[in-house]
């Protein structure tokens, strides 16, 4: 890999922007809205927001998806999952999984599960 490509992708990769483009994508996907540019400027506007602690950060699943969603990985009704399963629910969502600070025998417990995702 040339050093020209090697300094872009570790750019994006410090700032984060392919999952932002990820995000903004299933955001854009998930509402359908009639005029898209608005549309992400305005949740642009409430990442920037968020980020100052002003607003909220634009989400794509509220507390009953996430349920929902760990149900389905908790099929025994355990009461929590794997820390790979919970790693997989990551990547299958688009969101990074690299600062986990799990461990492969933690249990991830519904409540962990809503606030970090």
């Known amino acids: 890999m040339a050093a020209g ?6 750019y994006l990769e410090r700032h984060r922007i392919p999952e932002l483009l990820h995000r903004l994508g299933a955001l854009l996907l998930y509402h359908r809205p009639e005029r898209p540019r ?14 100052r602690a002003e607003g909220e950060y634009p989400y794509l699943m509220d507390e009953a ?10 099929v025994v009704g355990q009461g929590h999952i794997t820390a790979a ?9 688009g969101l990074s999984t690299e600062d986990l600070q799990f461990g492969d025998d933690a249990n991830i417990t519904l409540d962990v599960f809503t606030e970090e995702v």
């Open 5 to 10: 490509e090697r300094q872009c992708r570790d």
């Open 38 to 51: 608005a549309f992400l400027i305005q949740a642009l506007e409430r990442v920037k927001a968020g980020k």
């Open 65 to 74: 998806n996430l349920a929902a969603m760990f149900q389905l990985l908790d």
């Open 85 to 93: 399963q919970y790693r997989e629910a990551l990547k299958t969502l």
